[in-house]
């Protein structure tokens, strides 16, 4: 298991995240371009050095800033697989598989013997003196796989393991990494900026946002409950955040929202699209919400479209093709949207 | 590449022709001026030999002694930043474009009898000027920029990550730099060796200054061209065209094999 507290800047990242992986589970850090993710890996590694905190591995101090200790990363015994693989050019399949059993002083034939084993395991026989060139993407990432794993290192690294890859073979490469990933013994951390691989590949997300852990959880617990607008908008819902109080969430960019749950304090509040019901005239009936807006963009997703509307916060609306027509919500221009208090789920901040 | 190739516009075929023909020319008046009939004595003659062969020593020196001490240059250059980094690039690209004769006027004055370290190396019984050693340091001299500065670029050029993805699989300094760094920059370090041994086996200005003429300690082949031509001017040719093969085998040849053209 990892346990690790890593702060440090590079340019304009500040990334402060604190991390406890076991050994029983796969964990995908989940973040935006940029957010720190593939930082945070190479801090794990010992590629980069942080500038505060501390990282342990099976119990093994790795690096202490305030101890002054930092173990190199040839002699962390971590296994990374890079994001575009870096297989070494100049080296076969088989000896990219050998590299890091030669490295800690395995005898060639022993070492040659014992990759070309993890090949077969990888169903790569054959290709074995193929140069990286050669190989397709999905092989070249088995290869990447296999030459992490040879060494036997206590912790597996993977960055945007699929991303690489074609949609073609994504889908087949992902199965096979399910099952390479469940047979691995010692800690499974990816970096992905890919919900849906995310969510394949491992148990729990951790969700990274300009530097700092904003939400963890299984991928259920994630995308029921949003902490960020970023995975608000992986879900495609609609993230408010205020107070809540006596039944009305008071929220933080101006606006209030009526909500049944008698929660109180500070707030998430998720309104579901679908949920969200547009007129051309204030709406009769008994709707608790009902703001006055602008009907700003239209994105059609065939028999249904997404409205976004500009009242007192930006909300976006899921309606049928029908009522776009009928509304003629193309033109744009004024709109009354409303939802039901008890559409409303709201979760404490 | 597939389909026709476009025609060039006429001016710059025109330009590019006399350009080629320049470098055709002396090539052809070499091979048409040369007397073949006397040429296998005048290449068997002692001193010819011995010219050629100290050539040879003197050139591979030359570059080996580059490729000791200029592939470190080449690295700290490349990987390091520090101050005074773009000075040194200067000084070190400096002999390629000082006149070789300056250079071997400075080598006096730092290796001389009477220069900066000649009474040190004196003192423990090293004698540079006038001495095949000191043939060889003039030729190190005005051929080593150019493995740096090859190198450098080699070294720029390449990819960190693939040694970031050897450390993580354990490699230490050594083995990564045997089996990754080198292997990488194997086509750079070729290409600026062959580079630097031309430039070395055709130097002429640094090693008449610094190391003189003398037949079978300082006298390369230029110099021995350079000096037929005032007796046997027949001679002299033969030797040129000695030369020029030499040189040819070695860049045409290599050159291929090794980068692919």
Redesign the interface.
């Known amino acids: 298991m990892i346990r690790a507290d890593v702060g440090l800047r590079l340019g304009t990242l500040d990334l402060q995240v604190e991390l406890e992986v076991g050994d029983d589970e796969v964990v995908a850090v989940l973040g935006p371009n940029g957010a720190g993710k593939t930082t945070l890996l190479r801090a794990l590694?010992?590629?980069l050095p942080l500038d505060r905190g501390r990282v342990e591995l099976d119990g093994r101090l790795l690096e202490d800033v305030a101890l002054g200790i930092r173990v190199?990363?040839?002699?962390?015994g971590?296994?990374?697989v890079?994001q575009d693989y870096?297989l070494?050019?100049?080296?076969s399949a088989l000896e990219n598989v050998a590299?890091?059993l030669r490295?800690?002083g395995a005898d060639r034939r022993g070492a040659l013997a014992a990759a070309a084993e993890w090949l077969r395991r990888f169903g790569l026989e054959g290709f074995e003196e193929s140069r990286p060139a050669a190989l397709s993407g999905g092989q070249a990432q088995r290869v990447a796989l296999a030459?992490?794993m040879a060494?036997d290192p206590k912790l597996l690294l993977l960055d945007e393991p699929l991303s690489a890859l074609d949609a073609s073979t994504r889908a087949q490469v992902r199965r096979d990494l399910v099952r390479h990933l469940s047979a691995f013994r010692g800690t499974r951390v990816l970096v992905t900026h890919d919900p849906l691989e995310a969510a394949a590949l491992a148990g729990r997300l951790l969700v990274v946002e300009q530097g700092r852990l904003v939400q963890s959880g299984t991928p259920a617990e994630v995308t029921a409950r949003p902490r960020s607008r970023y995975v608000a908008d992986l879900v495609g819902v609609n993230l408010l955040r205020g107070h809540a109080s006596g039944g009305t969430v008071v929220l933080s960019g101006g606006g209030s929202v009526a909500v049944a749950d008698p929660l109180e304090g500070e707030v998430f509040a998720v309104i579901h699209p679908r949920a969200v019901a547009l007129h051309r005239r204030h709406p009769e009936g008994t709707p608790r919400n009902v703001w006055r807006g602008e009907a700003a963009s239209l994105e059609s997703l065939g028999d249904r479209a997404r409205v976004r509307v500009e009242g007192p916060f930006p909300l976006v609306a899921e309606v049928t093709a029908a009522s776009v027509a009928e509304l003629k919500l193309a033109a744009g221009g004024p709109v009354w949207a409303s939802v039901k208090a008890t559409e409303v789920s709201v979760y404490p901040a | 590449m597939t389909g026709r190739q476009e025609r060039p516009p006429a001016l710059v075929l025109v330009g590019a022709g006399i350009a080629a023909l320049f470098f055709l020319l002396p090539l052809a008046g070499l091979l048409l001026r040369a007397p073949w009939a006397e040429a296998p004595a005048d290449l068997a003659a002692p001193d010819s030999l011995l010219a050629l062969r100290l050539s040879l020593v003197a050139s591979f020196s030359a570059t080996a002694l580059s490729v000791a001490f200029g592939v470190p240059l080449a690295w700290v250059l490349a990987r390091f930043d520090f101050p005074g980094r773009n000075l040194l690039r200067a000084l070190v690209t400096l002999p390629m474009v000082l006149p070789p004769v300056v250079g071997g006027v400075a080598l006096l004055l730092a290796f001389g009898r009477r220069g900066l370290l000649g009474p040190v190396l004196a003192a423990v019984g090293i004698h540079l000027p006038f001495t095949t050693a000191g043939a060889v340091l003039a030729e190190t001299l005005v051929a080593m920029p150019f493995l740096v500065i090859t190198v450098e670029a080699g070294l720029r050029a390449l990819?960190s990550?693939?040694e970031?993805?050897?450390?993580?699989?354990?490699?230490?300094r050594w083995?990564l730099f045997r089996?990754?760094t080198l292997?990488?920059l194997a086509p750079s370090l070729f290409a600026g060796g062959v580079l630097c041994w031309a430039r070395a086996l055709g130097e002429f200005g640094a090693t008449i200054t610094f190391a003189g003429n003398f037949p079978g300690t300082t006298q390369t082949l230029p110099l021995a061209v350079y000096l037929e031509l005032e007796t046997r001017p027949e001679a002299a040719i033969m030797l040129s065209l000695v030369l020029l093969a030499v040189s040819l085998a070695v860049l045409v040849g290599l050159r291929h094999r090794w980068l692919g053209a």
């Open positions: 590694a010992g590629l190199a990363p040839e002699r962390r971590c296994g990374v890079f870096l070494f050019p100049h080296l590299f890091g490295s800690r030459r992490a060494p | 990819d990550r693939y970031e993805a050897a450390r993580t699989l354990g490699a230490g083995y089996r990754v292997p990488l």
